[in-house]
């Protein structure tokens, strides 16, 4: 594992371009184009602010993502700290100076575009963690330092996102980092004893939630007590879901949304809106594309020849599980409203933006697959 860089293979551009998961590639252009679709139907069938945006967001971060997979893994490896550390200082800086909207404080206002630095922290902290994992001896991975340090770490930036307030998001960040230290191979042990301290803690918690966020937890146990209130997204989401049948209504021809009954369609019901449209075949091919895209991204970490690709791609597979199936429980009902976005899917130019710098680590991992990182 400790050999140096400069012993790693050189490959010529036409091996690079060789190299390239031409699969992942076009499962991850495939849904973007499905994105696309979807995003027009949300603007009532017209080219308007949502779908002209999306489209050239996608497009210009598309581009992004294939230029960075050029950049050496172990350029990666060499950043993950300096990574974690600027995005830290983003959240540090959004707490104080940063955009609000709809009652948080979320963004840094670049001129050009609104940045949310708690989408880039998604994988900020899985390449930090990779990059830690990377150096400890696996008998060493269960030592208090080792199991400390990353806590704190990851404590860092769940704080400052909770501060904003976004819970839903600071939630995605913990199980991005906890992912990573389950695969390092923390025993089961430590798990369960965080998840008795979480029970315990629970009550007290709860207690200094927001009042909307109180409302959501409520909710979800029993959306039908305010059916016109707290309660009607998430009714409205399991209607236009139950309505779109085996093949759905067809596209642009979603009632739920195209009568208004259906907020958020862009962004965290947008598998709502699809589902609506193409039913539960439809659904289950979108379902398809995001299992093949998660499949491709393990077999990069597998052909990976060092631990820091490896713990890369096999907790941005976890991050990116996780973010789908959270998506999905949400838009059903079987999980309270947080505000998690479908991978490329939905609408969101800081969460786009994140998702293809992570895709472009994954393709940096195949490109030089046989990198030896020290």
Not at 170 to 179: M, N, Q, R, V
Not at 252 to 265: A, V
Request: hydrophobic fraction near 50%; aromatic fraction near 18%.
């Amino acid at each position: 594992m400790i050999t140096s860089n400069k012993f790693s293979e050189k490959k010529t551009f036409f091996e690079k371009i060789k190299s390239i998961d031409y699969i992942l590639v076009a499962v991850i252009l495939f849904i973007g184009i499905i994105s696309s679709f979807a995003m027009y139907s949300t603007d009532g069938g017209q080219f308007r602010y949502h779908t002209n945006s999306h489209i050239i967001k996608f497009s210009l971060f598309f581009i992004l993502f294939i230029i960075l997979s050029f950049i050496r893994i172990g350029f990666w490896h060499s950043l993950a700290y300096i990574f974690y550390a600027m995005v830290l200082g983003m959240l540090v800086y959004v707490l104080w100076f940063g955009v609000t909207a709809q009652g948080s404080q979320r963004w840094m206002n670049l001129y050009l575009f609104n940045l949310q630095p708690s989408e880039l922290m998604k994988v900020a902290i899985i390449v930090c963690f990779a990059k830690f994992y990377h150096k400890v001896q696996p008998l060493d991975i269960n030592k208090i330092k080792n199991i400390a340090s990353p806590i704190i770490l990851l404590a860092f930036p769940v704080y400052l996102v909770i501060a904003q307030p976004d819970l839903g998001t600071s939630i995605l960040i913990a199980a991005s980092g906890l992912a990573v230290i389950w695969l390092a191979g923390v025993k089961v042990k430590y798990f369960i004893y965080s998840f008795l301290a979480l029970l315990v803690c629970a009550p007290f918690v709860v207690a200094f939630l927001k009042p909307y966020q109180k409302m959501r937890i409520l909710t979800f146990f029993n959306p039908e007590k305010d059916p016109t209130g707290a309660g009607y997204q998430i009714l409205q989401s399991k209607i236009a879901v139950g309505s779109g049948g085996l093949f759905g209504k067809g596209y642009l021809k979603g009632t739920q949304s195209y009568l208004e009954y259906l907020p958020e369609k862009h962004t965290d019901f947008i598998f709502t809106l699809f589902s609506e449209e193409f039913g539960f075949l439809g659904s289950s091919i979108l379902l398809m594309l995001y299992f093949v895209m998660l499949f491709r991204i393990i077999r990069i970490g597998q052909q990976s020849r060092s631990y820091f690709a490896k713990f890369y791609c096999f907790g941005f597979t976890s991050a990116l599980f996780i973010y789908i199936v959270v998506n999905m429980s949400m838009v059903l009902g079987l999980l309270p409203i947080v505000g998690s976005p479908l991978p490329i899917m939905s609408y969101g130019g800081s969460a786009l933006l994140s998702i293809m710098i992570g895709f472009s680590i994954v393709m940096s991992c195949k490109i030089y697959s046989r990198e030896i990182i020290s």
